[in-house]
């Protein structure tokens, strides 16, 4: 069985997008991107985003559209976070491919991709600014990065700075499809679901999750996914949200003390949790009052992960968060009673 093979080309880079257009997501930008592979004349870009939403993937697809896959072998410098990137590679490397002659058709410009640009230190990026504007005419920068902060701001001042937001959930389970249906990967929608929910945006997540499910159990069902993602399971907690709102605490707090059991982190099943919540606040039920709740029910959650995260971390906080949410539940209870 082939789904076994531990050598199995990772999906993430099997299905790299190759061009623009099949990149999904971030349809506006993508958009001017494509218009400008067509057209010629990229300015320096600064893409900015979280993790595994395409910031590489489109630097390198855009390279290949507007130059095509000959011209980009010799007009392309790619240099990331594996390549040392001090100072000294802005004076040598990078400086030395600037001057370099290629001939290139009009509108065209030699590039130089920083992926991952955020690594760079500070004292290489200063070294950057000069080239960046002496090389204008030949040579142009598409930098990647996390964080914009972390690119110092002369830099971003002579880039146009473009964000990429996290792919929705429609968008991440469509591609994940067509990967499916390509290797032939038995699925069920619960599961497909759930690789969706675990990934929270992030194709990688998504695939790399998706692809271990794969290999590890040969069927990508809820349980599953969940067995390698170790994600507190969605269900278990919406459990515990609606025991809140029917105002069972004995309930709650066992949902709450099985996932404890099982070896979750409080962090984990609080930031779950909040998603969770999050999405149940959307569905409408029970008029205003019950979206009221629900509103109170994410406050309480978001302040209980505060106080998770500031360091305490214990079965008590979760204990302390189910009381109260039983209490706004009682609270809007006797109001009901009372009208
Ligand atoms: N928008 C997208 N459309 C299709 N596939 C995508 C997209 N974004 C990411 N992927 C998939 O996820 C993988 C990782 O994406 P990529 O390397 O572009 O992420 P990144 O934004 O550069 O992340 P990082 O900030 O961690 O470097 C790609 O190889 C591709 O398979
Ligand atoms: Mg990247």
């Known amino acids: 069985m082939n789904s076994g093979s531990p050598l199995a080309e990772p999906w993430v880079e099997k299905y790299r997008p190759r061009t623009l257009s099949e990149v999904v997501g971030n349809e506006a930008v993508l958009e001017r991107l494509r218009c400008i592979a067509k057209e010629g004349n990229l300015p320096n870009v600064l893409f900015v985003g979280a993790p595994g939403v395409g910031k590489t993937t489109v630097a390198l697809a855009l390279a290949n559209d507007m130059l095509g896959p000959e011209l980009a072998r010799e007009a392309v410098l790619e240099l990331n976070a594996s390549d040392d990137r001090g100072i000294d590679v802005v004076r040598n490397t990078i400086k030395m491919f600037a001057q370099k002659r290629v001939s290139l058709p009009a509108g065209r410009h030699k590039l130089i991709i920083l992926?991952?640009?955020?690594?760079?230190?500070?004292?290489?990026?200063?070294?950057?600014?000069?080239?960046?504007?002496?090389?204008?005419?030949?040579?142009?920068?598409?930098?990647?990065?996390?964080?914009?902060?972390?690119?110092?701001?002369?830099?971003?001042?002579?880039?146009?700075?473009?964000?990429?937001?996290?792919?929705?959930?429609?968008?991440?389970?469509?591609?994940?499809?067509?990967?499916?249906?390509?290797?032939?990967?038995?699925?069920?929608?619960?599961?497909?679901?759930?690789?969706?929910?675990?990934?929270?945006?992030d194709m990688r997540q998504a695939l790399n999750n998706a692809q271990a499910t794969y290999h590890g159990f040969g069927m990508v069902s809820a349980e599953n996914v969940l067995r390698v993602c170790d994600t507190p399971p969605p269900v278990a907690l919406k459990r515990f949200l609606e025991a809140c709102?029917?105002?069972?605490?004995?309930?709650?707090?066992?949902?709450?003390?099985?996932?404890?059991?099982?070896?979750?982190?409080?962090?984990?099943?609080?930031?779950?949790?909040?998603?969770?919540?999050?999405?149940?606040?959307?569905?409408?039920?029970?008029?205003?009052?019950?979206?009221?709740?629900?509103?109170?029910?994410?406050?309480?959650?978001?302040?209980t992960h505060l106080r998770i995260a500031e360091g305490a971390s214990s079965l008590l906080q979760l204990t302390a968060l189910a009381a109260r949410l039983v209490q706004h539940a009682d609270a809007l209870q006797r109001e009901k009673a009372r009208a």
């Not at 949902?255 to 149940?280: M, S």
Request: proline share 2%; glycine share 6%.
């Open 245 to 303: 709102e029917r105002r069972q605490l004995d309930a709650a707090v066992a949902e709450l003390q099985t996932l404890w059991r099982n070896g979750y982190a409080p962090i984990d099943i609080v930031g779950t949790l909040f998603r969770i919540a999050k999405q149940h606040a959307m569905v409408v039920e029970g008029g205003e009052r019950g979206r009221d709740l629900r509103l109170e029910f994410m406050r309480e959650i978001g302040l």
């Open 115 to 201: 992926d991952e640009a955020d690594s760079m230190t500070s004292s290489a990026q200063q070294a950057l600014r000069r080239t960046m504007e002496i090389y204008s005419s030949t040579t142009r920068f598409a930098l990647a990065a996390n964080m914009s902060s972390k690119i110092i701001e002369p830099i971003q001042s002579r880039c146009a700075v473009i964000r990429f937001r996290r792919l929705s959930e429609q968008e991440v389970s469509q591609r994940l499809l067509q990967v499916f249906a390509q290797e032939r990967v038995p699925y069920d929608a619960a599961g497909l679901e759930t690789v969706v929910f675990t990934a929270e945006g």
